[in-house]
Every structure is written in structure tokens, then in C-alpha cells.
């Protein structure tokens, strides 16, 4: 697996800030995860966030020990110690991902961009529907909301800048487009992404052992129903009856 030179930096008096290349890579999405699968195991650590290109290790609060970086000695001992970390990720076996797959309605019901983007395109809504369900997205990392899934892969023939007024209110489970970007409203929200179809289904649940059913180095496939798929599912999750599917890859 590919080494990266990594910079450590201390983010208050309890975390410290780890930083990859600056780029949006599956190959530094895949180190990051193997990295924080290792660190993970340290009993002190108390929390890390996963983004595109970074890692955030949260520690537990120790009496007369901070990692500020007024105590050089705490922070370089810290930093030396993952280090030593990192130079044993290649002993991690890879994480095996899921695939979910998620049904999406793209009736312009709820797709409300899709006249917009065809014409601007020049193509028609099928082929937008088609090139949108094409790709296996890999998720980079969750964030913005909780359930908020950042997908990478999606088809450039099909990118379209974000809505110069964002609409003040986004109805949970819109998918949509915003410039390289797609992705799915959790909850409902203010916006400014271009909105093409509907996804019946939770993406977060506080309710459950794990609200959100994805991670980081999952992938999504959007798979097209049509309207009266999508109310039988939507009655199915209001029953708790719906299950999120997937198969390993």
C-alpha cells in the first residue's frame, strides 16, 4: 500500500490534525481508513474524523497533559508514537466494502432541475437518469449533516455548477447535483444543489445501533424506481420494515 508524507498538527489541547496531499484520491481515502483502523486501538483515543484528505484524532482530557503546542514535549512524543503507526499499515488488511444499493425516484415530481439540466446538457432526462446511475460511488467521508454521505465518481458529462440562489427548503431524501458532486439530503435543509430525483429511504436514524448504515470506503449505486416503487418503500420504512441492501465487493 502507498506511503504518503503526512504533516501533524496539534487542533486544540486534546487532538491532533493529520493531513494527506491535497486531492480528492481513492488511494488516500483507502490510507486514511487503514491509518485510523490502526490508531482506533489506542484506548486514549476517543473519537476520529475521516475527510477527503485529513484525519482527526480526538483524545481523552488527561490532568496536566495537553497537546497544545505550548507542550512541544506532549505533542512531539504524540506525534512520534503515530508515526511508528503509520509504518505498520501495511500489515492492515483491507477493509472489505458494501455496495448499497439505493432506489432513487427521478420523476420530475422531485426532480425539479431535470428540465433545467437537460437543456443545458443537451441531452434528455433519460440520459441523465442513465449516466447518474451508471457508477458505483465511493464514499469519501460523512459530514455536512449527519448522514450526509460525500460520493466521489460522478460522470462529468453530467456536472453542473451549484444553484446561484440555494431554495430555502430541501425535503429529506432529494438527491442532487452540486458542480463534481452528487448526493443525497438526509434531512430536510436549505440548498443549492440541483436536485434530480428522491430517495424513499433513511440515510440517518438515531433510533438505530448505527444511525447511518454506510462508512467511509462503502460505495452507492442509485438504483431508478418509479412513483409507485418508491411510496411502497416509503410505506415500508414508515413501518420499519424496509431493509437497506447491499452486497460485498
Not at 476517543?46 to 512541544?72: D, P, Q, W
Not at 428522491?198 to 462503502?218: L, R, T
Amino acid at each position: 500500500m502507498k506511503k504518503y508524507n503526512l504533516s501533524y498538527k496539534p487542533f486544540g489541547e486534546t487532538a491532533i490534525l493529520i493531513e494527506w496531499p491535497s486531492k480528492i484520491d481513492a488511494s488516500i481515502i483507502e490510507d486514511i481508513i487503514g491509518f485510523e483502523k490502526l490508531i482506533r486501538k489506542d484506548q486514549k483515543v476517543i473519537e476520529t474524523v475521516i475527510a477527503y484528505n485529513s484525519l482527526l484524532i480526538r483524545y481523552e482530557f488527561m490532568h496536566n497533559y495537553s497537546l497544545h503546542y505550548k507542550y512541544h514535549d506532549s505533542f512531539a512524543k504524540a506525534v512520534e508514537k503515530l508515526k511508528q503507526i503509520y509504518q505498520q499499515k501495511q500489515n492492515v488488511k483491507k477493509q472489505e466494502s458494501k455496495l448499497w444499493q439505493i432506489p432513487v425516484c427521478y420523476d420530475v415530481a422531485f426532480g425539479l432541475d431535470l428540465v433545467a439540466i437537460s437543456e443545458e446538457k443537451e441531452c434528455s432526462i433519460e440520459d441523465i437518469i442513465d449516466l447518474h446511475t451508471q457508477p458505483n460511488y465511493l464514499i469519501y467521508f460523512l459530514g455536512f449533516q449527519p448522514g450526509f454521505l460525500y460520493l466521489g465518481g460522478l460522470n462529468p458529462l453530467i456536472h453542473i455548477p451549484r444553484k446561484a440562489s440555494p431554495r430555502l427548503r430541501v425535503e429529506k431524501g432529494s438527491v442532487g447535483i452540486g458542480g463534481e458532486q452528487t448526493g443525497v439530503y438526509p434531512q430536510d435543509s436549505a440548498g443549492g444543489w440541483n436536485l434530480i430525483g428522491k430517495s424513499p429511504i433513511d440515510f440517518f436514524n438515531i433510533q438505530k445501533p448505527q444511525p447511518c448504515f454506510a462508512k467511509a470506503g462503502d460505495f452507492i449505486q442509485f438504483e431508478a424506481i418509479d412513483l409507485e416503487t418508491f411510496y411502497q418503500i416509503s410505506e415500508e420504512v414508515n413501518n420499519g420494515e424496509y431493509k437497506s441492501k447491499f452486497i460485498w465487493i
